[in-house]
């Protein structure tokens, strides 16, 4: 049974700075990528970024391109955000998953889904 535990979320002014924690049991695949989502009250669900397991190789939206890093440790199946310069708009529920297989921007293509940490930014 594949379970993601999301942490670290909080509050935060505006300029500084969170790492949230998506740790992972469960896994099966040989091939797969853990991505980030955030949904905001009244938005969509949006895609963050996404890091593939296997060679670490990472994507990320343009709004949080040069601002946030997606980093894995193998070893503790734990993948991290680390979130800098943050503004109000990153205000959000943030929400890591996984699918088997290449990344994906669309959160529908992602099965399992953590339960989410929530991020404010004060302005």
């Known amino acids: 049974q594949v379970q993601l535990v999301e942490s670290g979320g909080g509050l935060v002014q505006t300029g500084g700075s969170l790492r949230l924690f998506c740790t992972s049991s469960?896994?099966?695949?040989?091939?797969?990528?853990m991505g980030w989502f955030r949904q905001a009250p009244g938005k969509e669900r949006e895609f963050v970024g996404a890091?593939?397991?296997?060679?670490?190789?990472?994507y990320y939206a343009d709004s949080v391109k040069g601002r946030f890093t997606i980093s894995r440790d193998n070893a503790k199946n734990t993948v991290y955000l680390a979130m800098n310069s943050l503004k109000p708009e990153d205000t959000a529920i943030y929400y890591c998953?996984?699918?088997?297989?290449?990344?994906?921007?669309?959160?529908?293509?992602?099965?399992?889904w953590g339960q989410g940490t929530q991020v404010t930014v004060s302005s």
């Open positions: 890091i593939e397991w296997s060679d670490g190789r990472t």
């Open positions: 998953a996984v699918r088997e297989g290449s990344p994906a921007v669309i959160g529908g293509l992602y099965p399992y």
């Open positions: 469960g896994l099966t695949f040989s091939v797969y990528n």
